[in-house]
């Protein structure tokens, strides 16, 4: 029988190496660290949704495959259903996706600051993982990338575009010279598409080794319903799966990105509300004295003041106002981050920064 001391023995080296996901808990009326639609579902899905719930088989099993959400994403995409997998948010098909490109001796490459799950799922396969610092204005660094792809070879190149937490796209010739130079794949995260200006679907085409990651957590408003897909050569679509889990969507989350997709207009045209509201913000808070903005092109940006993190953080929370505190992150020094909310949400957080700069000696700019 083995000992309660040698328990960790038996733990993969690599996994007691990681660090588990945390998020501390705040109960706070104005949530604005995790990049979520503040907006929620648009009255038409919501109604939908509700009347479909009524009648739906709870007590059966979903369909093996997900055929009929494969086949609206299809119908929306312009992509063959045969190159498409759902999972349960796009951090299970990340996982999905490590375990079957990545094992010991093969190596990824990903981007940092960026999304961490890229790094801690190549690493949890054993695989040798890679990180190209970003530039000092938060931009890709493509020569860099370049590089370590030329002189590694990497199985997985990630990409997140536009990137979480710097809000910067890389842009479509540096994307196509990646995807030309590279022997592996690559992971394009576009969690965030539906609030930049382009997307790079239509590479999907020439590209072979290109494969689309996307979720309904953002702009489509399903964070709580767990819900991403990627879009892949059918060869390839056709390995991955044989790595899933074979139920990886529950009946309600299949339901509800299904209605979404009905409503697609419907909710791009509330991102496009975000998109406006997160230029009217930020054009306020760059009349703010002692505060520094960073230009996004997703619903969310980085931002510090002259107080640093820590007393900003702290500042914000204590007037019910939850931000995320990047500063430990060697690249992203006293910064922090906040998504895009509701009107009503957005002025309180900019009058919450206004007010504790005020009383620190710093006003807006004008007054």
Same mark, same amino acid.
């Given at each position: @029988?083995? =000992? ?19 998020? =501390?808990?705040? =109960? ?10 503040? &907006? ?9 949704? #509700? ?21 609206? %994403? ?18 299970? +098909? ?23 799950? !890229?790094? !801690? ?8 993982? $890679?990180?190209?610092? @970003?530039?000092?204005?938060?931009? &890709?660094?493509?020569?860099? %990338? +370049? ?10 190149? &990630? ?26 794949? *690559?992971? +394009?995260?576009?969690? !965030? ?19 689309? @990651? ?7 408003? %399903? ?19 044989? *790595?899933?889990?074979? &139920? ?11 209605? *979404? %997709? ?19 913000? $930020? ?5 703010? =004295? ?25 500042? $914000? ?14 690249? +992203?020094?006293? @910064? ?10 957005? #002025?309180?957080?900019?009058?919450? $920064? ?14």
């Amino acid at each position: @029988m083995t =000992d309660r001391k040698d328990l960790l023995s038996l733990v993969r080296p690599v996994v007691r190496e990681l660090v588990a996901y945390h998020l =501390d808990r705040h =109960d706070v009326p104005v949530k604005l660290d995790q990049n979520e639609n503040a &907006y929620g579902l648009p009255e038409p899905v919501r109604a939908e949704l #509700e009347q479909k719930l009524r009648h739906l088989p709870l007590h059966r099993y979903p369909t093996p495959g997900q055929p009929e959400l494969r086949e609206a %994403l299809s119908e929306a995409t312009g992509w063959p259903k045969e190159g498409i997998l759902v999972g349960n948010g796009s951090d299970e +098909l990340l996982h999905t996706l490590a375990h079957t490109l990545l094992e010991p001796g093969r190596t990824a490459v990903a981007p940092t600051p960026s999304f961490f799950v !890229y790094a !801690y799922t190549a690493r949890l396969a054993g695989a040798r993982v $890679l990180e190209v610092p @970003m530039t000092a204005e938060l931009r &890709y660094d493509v020569p860099a %990338l +370049l590089s370590a792809i030329e002189t590694h070879s990497p199985h997985v190149t &990630y990409i997140c575009s536009p990137n979480n937490p710097t809000g910067i796209a890389i842009g479509r010739d540096a994307l196509e010279e990646i995807l030309r130079t590279t022997p592996g794949v *690559v992971a +394009l995260d576009e969690a !965030y598409w539906e609030f930049a200006d382009w997307t790079a679907r239509e590479l999907l085409d020439d590209h072979p080794n290109l494969i689309l @990651m996307r979720t309904f957590s953002k702009a489509l408003a %399903l964070a709580g319903a767990r819900v991403g897909y990627l879009l892949a050569a059918p060869e390839l679509t056709r390995e991955v799966i044989k *790595v899933q889990q074979p &139920y990886p969507l529950n009946r309600f989350s299949i339901e509800a990105a299904s209605v *979404v %997709l009905r409503h697609r207009d419907v909710a791009r045209e509330q991102a496009r509300r975000i998109v406006a509201e997160r230029d009217r913000l $930020l054009g306020e808070l760059r009349r703010v =004295d002692g505060v520094e903005v960073f230009a996004s092109r997703t619903n969310f940006f980085l931002f510090r003041t002259r107080l640093g993190a820590k007393r900003t953080f702290d500042a $914000l929370l204590a007037k019910g106002v939850l931000v995320r505190d990047l500063s430990a992150h060697p690249l +992203l020094p006293e @910064m922090l981050r906040v998504a895009v909310g509701t009107r009503e949400e957005n #002025e309180r957080f900019a009058d919450a $920064l206004v007010e504790m700069l005020k009383s620190n000696g710093t006003s807006r700019r004008g007054e």
